[in-house]
């Protein structure tokens, strides 16, 4: 009994037996070979090549020197679109109004040569002023018919709207749009107005004629402003359309705190004619004024003012009412 047991019984070695090597004795596995240890080199990654300039995302250079000396006021932001709501004004090339506009502008031009037109063709025979990528909201484009020239009157501030914002706003200049006639409208007279920033001054022709109809419309736009949180129009509106501009040097930045919008400086001590500094020897190239002269626009009245009112010159009929938001126009005719 015992033998069987022992005989069941398995030898295993010691482990001191391992670390003893006998003669002759052979290691199973031989070491690796230099060639076997060495990792093969790394592949370089190619570079990939970079996109393509009409794929990149476009983001406006402030550059003063590509827009008459014109600064961004409102930094540009990804998904925000400029826009703002207008009255557009067809004026016939082969207009009594026309015409009139284009002797306004050379008179104004002779008292303050650094004035730049809008949508007018400056006579000093530099390009008309077309440039709208920049100023959206403020200067009025030429029509696209090389017989006319387009006029804008404004009903809102610039507006910035994000992308989910534009078809509500656009729904509510519609409903305006349709609630309301068609009505006549005429000129009154000439001003000086600035906008919000006092960064330019603009020569302008002030609505006299149609201003309720007008403001009636604009007020019905004060909702849809209130709700995304942009400022409304002017407490008390001076509807216009501007035929010229000028660049401010803000020495006038003291000046009483009134709505840019109206403000009038025909009192400001200034008089004869006012060209900018270094623009007579012309090493500013972008030369700015305080103000316009003093006498400057009082001027213009006494000589264009009753011209303007003639009922055969600066009447016209409020027919649509545009939105301009970004690159995009959409219009809107108002009851007949």
């Given amino acids: 009994m015992s033998a069987k047991r022992g005989a069941a019984l398995v030898d295993y070695g010691s482990s001191d037996d391992e670390d003893k090597v006998g003669p002759g004795h052979t290691d199973v596995a031989a070491p690796a070979s230099t060639a076997d240890t060495t990792l093969p080199p790394k592949k370089k990654l190619k570079q990939l090549p970079a996109l393509p300039d009409y794929l990149a995302p476009h983001v406006p250079v402030d550059n003063p020197a590509l827009h008459q000396g014109r600064r961004r006021t409102t930094p540009h932001v990804e998904g925000q679109f400029a826009a703002y709501v207008y009255i557009p004004i067809l004026v016939q090339k082969r207009s009594k109004l026309y015409k009139l506009l284009l002797r306004m502008y050379e008179a104004a031009k002779r008292k303050v040569p650094i004035l730049h037109p809008i949508g007018l063709l400056d006579l000093s025979g530099s390009p008309k002023n077309t440039d709208v990528k920049e100023r959206p909201y403020t200067d009025a484009p030429v029509s696209e018919d090389d017989d006319s020239i387009e006029l804008h009157i404004s009903l809102t501030r610039p507006t910035f709207l994000r992308a989910h914002q534009r078809n509500d706003f656009k729904r509510a200049v519609q409903k305006a749009a349709k609630s309301k006639r068609r009505f006549p409208a005429s000129f009154a007279t000439l001003s000086e107005l600035t906008n919000d920033e006092r960064t330019r001054t603009f020569l302008t022709l002030e609505v006299g004629a149609g201003h ?125």
């Fill in 212 to 336: 309720d109809e007008m403001k009636a419309l604009s007020d019905d736009l004060t909702p849809i402003l209130k709700s995304i949180r942009q400022k409304e129009f002017y407490q008390d509106p001076r509807f216009h359309a501007s035929i010229a501009w000028a660049l401010l040097d803000g020495s006038r930045t003291s000046a009483p705190k009134l709505d840019s919008h109206s403000l009038e400086r025909d009192k400001i001590e200034e008089d004869g004619d006012l060209a900018s500094k270094d623009a007579s020897s012309g090493s500013d190239p972008f030369p700015t004024i305080p103000c316009f002269p003093a006498s400057f626009v009082q001027d213009l009245r006494d000589e264009f003012a009753g011209q303007l009112v003639n009922s055969s010159v600066g009447v016209f009929d409020a027919e649509e009412v545009h939105v301009r938001i970004g690159k995009e126009v959409s219009k809107w005719r108002l009851q007949d």
